[in-house]
């Protein structure tokens, strides 16, 4: 079991910054990916960011050069760095984890999900 717990979501004005946190516990050392998806109202639940345990990245095509994803694992935390923000940005944002088990045995995988944090930006 892995809990996700996220914070750093607020109200912004256009071009503005926020910096999103979220701090896994429970069953923590198996975790590979970590990232971050956003969900707007009416609309499917996107990626926006992740990255691997080893620290390679990956960003949608919206996100790059305004967004940082970074990780500590050592703390079992991932933070997203928004900048450059923008109304379309506005979405509830979601902390996601991948755990993960196998061997020649035996083979177990699970998704864990924050809460959610919005981020709201105004025009």
């Known amino acids: 079991q892995v809990q996700l717990v996220e914070s750093g979501g607020g109200l912004v004005q256009t071009g503005g910054s926020l910096r999103l946190s979220c701090a896994a516990s429970g069953s923590t050392l198996r975790i590979t990916d970590m990232g971050w998806y956003c969900q707007a109202p009416g609309k499917q639940r996107e990626l926006v960011a992740v990255?691997?345990?080893?620290?390679?990245?990956k960003y949608a095509d919206s996100a790059k050069g305004r967004f940082t994803i970074s990780r500590d694992n050592a703390k079992n935390t991932v933070w997203l760095q928004m900048n450059s923000l923008k109304p379309e940005d506005t979405a509830v944002y979601y902390c996601?984890?991948?755990?993960?088990?196998?061997?020649?045995?035996?083979?177990?995988?699970?998704?864990?999900w924050g809460q959610g944090t919005q981020v709201t930006v105004s025009s």
């Open positions: 996601y984890a991948k755990w993960l088990y196998s061997d020649i045995y035996y083979y177990n995988e699970n998704d864990y």
């Open positions: 990255i691997s345990r080893g620290g390679s990245t």
